[in-house]
């Protein structure tokens, strides 16, 4: 059995699991203190509560989980669960009597949703602090779509929780994404406009844009791939952890089609001896983040099609291409490598008639054909 005590103003619970002893401020009100006991004796009665060992302050497990990421994840990932990491704590100071993990619940993270979608953001998405100006470039608001992303990596984050044995289940669990209304479809180039963008390229860039464009790979994907990851026998290109760096979804396989494998058996047969890359600088020298999207930048203007700024809208091709010739959703994301169905499924717009296909395939006999 657990108890009640107040300190100044302020109901706690005190009880125990496994023999550990776990005390927890409550409210102002005995009533509401009474109720969160009742709960937590009805949940130990359930065998709900009795898995973590210790309960852990919110900030040192995220401070252990950016370790953790640091060593598992990109340079580029890494950055990306810290951003939001310090969106959560900055929400969290709202919620003084939030302190640990077992105190997280499906309706803060519906709040922070709340809070995300009605504070200032800048134009990257970055909240514009409480107590701050509010600069003449920030809006309203943070788009859905990065709400979404938000919510996606802070459930992965207590996934980890949950492998740790720090908590039992995720507190995020039941909560809804946001329905995207407010993000442009992704920009992709047609088979006129991919033909125009090759033809403008030159030796240089021609084989690193048209691999781009047959296997759908990630910027980073692209400028780590060494000789090591080409597997000529199988015809299969392996993205894998290297010592220098690490996939961002996992590793994959993509298989090479014809050109693909002209393509990269040309390129082995005049490499370069100093450099371990497939794809490389002049003199051997790995290719820099922010170089082939310069070089995109005008090469897509010369071609006319200015507004393709970003390498990314070449995966985009890829993966609308497959779609539009009929490869169905599953395919695509595994040749992604998209970790969630529902980031391949902003490309279901592609192929309308895949549902009416699908139903096609059934042949049920009416009552009046049977045996």
Request: proline letters at 4%; glycine letters at 6%; charged letters at 30%.
């Given at each position: 059995?657990?108890?009640?005590?107040?300190?100044?103003?302020?109901?706690?619970?005190?009880?125990?699991?496994?023999?550990?002893?776990?005390?927890?401020?409550?409210?102002?009100?005995?009533?509401?203190?009474?109720?969160?006991?009742?709960?937590?004796?009805?949940?130990?009665?359930?065998?709900?509560?009795?898995?973590?060992?210790?309960?852990?302050?919110?900030?040192?497990?995220?401070?252990?989980?950016?370790?953790?990421?640091?060593?598992?994840?990109?340079?580029?990932?890494?950055?990306?669960?810290?951003?939001?990491?310090?969106?959560?704590?900055?929400?969290?100071?709202?919620?003084?009597?939030?302190?640990?993990?077992?105190?997280?619940?499906?309706?803060?993270?519906?709040?922070?949703?709340?809070?995300?979608?009605?504070?200032?953001v800048m134009p990257n998405g970055q909240p514009v602090f409480?107590?701050?100006?509010?600069?003449?470039?920030?809006?309203?608001?943070?788009?859905?779509?990065?709400?979404?992303?938000?919510?996606?990596?802070?459930?992965?984050?207590?996934?980890?929780?949950?492998?740790?044995?720090?908590?039992?289940?995720n507190p995020t669990r039941g909560v809804s994404m946001l329905?995207?209304?407010?993000?442009?479809?992704?920009?992709?180039?047609?088979?006129?406009?991919?033909?125009?963008?090759?033809?403008?390229?030159?030796?240089?860039?021609?084989?690193?844009?048209?691999?781009?464009?047959?296997?759908?790979?990630?910027?980073?994907?692209?400028?780590?791939?060494?000789?090591?990851?080409?597997?000529?026998?199988?015809?299969?290109?392996?993205?894998?952890?290297?010592?220098?760096?690490?996939?961002?979804?996992?590793?994959?396989?993509?298989?090479?089609?014809?050109?693909?494998?002209?393509?990269?058996?040309?390129?082995?047969?005049?490499?370069?001896?100093?450099?371990?890359?497939?794809?490389?600088?002049?003199?051997?020298?790995?290719?820099?983040?922010?170089?082939?999207?310069?070089?995109?930048?005008?090469?897509?203007?010369?071609?006319?099609?200015?507004?393709?700024?970003?390498?990314?809208?070449?995966?985009?091709?890829?993966?609308?291409?497959?779609?539009?010739?009929?490869?169905?959703?599953?395919?695509?994301?595994?040749?992604?490598?998209?970790?969630?169905?529902?980031?391949?499924?902003?490309?279901?717009?592609?192929?309308?008639?895949?549902?009416?296909?699908?139903?096609?395939?059934?042949?049920?006999?009416?009552?009046?054909?049977?045996?």
């Amino acid at each position: 059995m657990g108890r009640i005590y107040q300190r100044g103003d302020i109901y706690y619970i005190d009880y125990s699991v496994n023999g550990l002893r776990i005390r927890k401020k409550i409210s102002k009100s005995k009533r509401v203190a009474e109720l969160a006991l009742k709960d937590v004796e009805v949940k130990l009665a359930k065998g709900e509560i009795g898995i973590v060992e210790n309960d852990y302050a919110i900030p040192d497990f995220f401070q252990e989980y950016l370790v953790f990421s640091k060593t598992n994840h990109s340079d580029k990932t890494f950055l990306r669960y810290r951003v939001i990491i310090d969106h959560f704590l900055h929400f969290l100071e709202r919620h003084p009597r939030i302190h640990h993990l077992s105190d997280l619940n499906p309706k803060l993270f519906e709040d922070y949703k709340t809070w995300r979608r009605t504070k200032h953001v800048m134009p990257n998405g970055q909240p514009v602090f409480e107590g701050e100006p509010v600069p003449k470039t920030a809006r309203l608001g943070a788009k859905a779509n990065t709400i979404n992303m938000e919510l996606g990596t802070l459930r992965t984050i207590m996934n980890q929780a949950i492998k740790w044995g720090y908590l039992k289940e995720n507190p995020t669990r039941g909560v809804s994404m946001l329905k995207v209304n407010d993000s442009k479809k992704p920009r992709f180039l047609t088979e006129q406009e991919c033909k125009k963008l090759l033809d403008e390229c030159g030796a240089e860039l021609h084989p690193i844009f048209y691999t781009f464009l047959n296997t759908g790979m990630r910027l980073s994907e692209l400028i780590n791939l060494t000789w090591d990851d080409i597997d000529f026998m199988r015809k299969k290109i392996k993205i894998q952890t290297k010592s220098f760096w690490h996939p961002k979804t996992g590793e994959r396989e993509i298989p090479m089609n014809k050109g693909m494998e002209e393509l990269l058996t040309g390129l082995q047969k005049r490499k370069k001896k100093a450099s371990q890359f497939v794809f490389h600088l002049k003199n051997g020298p790995k290719i820099p983040d922010n170089y082939l999207r310069k070089k995109l930048i005008v090469i897509a203007k010369r071609c006319g099609f200015s507004d393709v700024t970003k390498i990314h809208s070449l995966r985009h091709t890829f993966a609308s291409h497959l779609i539009m010739k009929g490869v169905d959703l599953p395919t695509v994301q595994k040749l992604m490598g998209h970790s969630d169905i529902q980031t391949t499924m902003i490309y279901s717009h592609l192929s309308p008639d895949h549902l009416v296909a699908a139903v096609d395939k059934l042949s049920f006999l009416s009552g009046d054909e049977e045996d």
